[in-house]
Nanobody, 122 residues
Framework: VQLQASGGGLVQAGNSLRLSCAAS????????MGWFRQASGKEREFVAD????????YYADSVRGRFAISRDIAKNTMYLQMNSLKPEDTAVYYC????????????????WGQGTQVTVSS
């Protein structure tokens, strides 16, 4: 499975960005996908995940109510709509795919995209 993330950039606090993650290859083994982020000098942290069918989603407390994860099954693409961005959202955002039913730790995910930088200025 190959994952290609895109959509990062530099925005002012309060604005929005949408990240995309296109999946290709042998996706029949994938049970769910997620977004993680890693700020400079910090560990990679869970942001949100979605089941392969798109029917189940979960968010980290820090982004719940501001971010929305979704999946376009026809396009095999996952999205992360990020609203009301804050400077503390600044990080490299990674999309990932897992082969287990549930998982919110980086170790639960086998496939990773290359990361896209999101910078939020105050």
């Amino acid at each position: 499975v190959q994952l290609q993330a895109s959509g990062g950039g530099l925005v002012q606090a309060g604005n929005s960005l949408r990240l995309s993650c296109a999946a290709s290859g042998r996706t029949s083994s994938v049970y769910g996908m997620g977004w993680f982020r890693q700020a400079s000098g910090k560990e990679r942290e869970f942001v949100a995940d979605i089941s392969w069918s798109g029917g189940s989603t979960y968010y980290a407390d820090s982004v719940r109510g501001r971010f929305a994860i979704s999946r376009d099954i026809a396009k095999n693409t996952m999205y992360l709509q990020m609203n009301s961005l804050k400077p503390e959202d600044t990080a490299v955002y990674y999309c990932a795919a897992r082969q287990v039913l549930w998982g919110r730790r980086p170790s639960d995910y086998f496939y990773w995209g290359q990361g896209t930088q999101v910078t939020v200025s105050s």
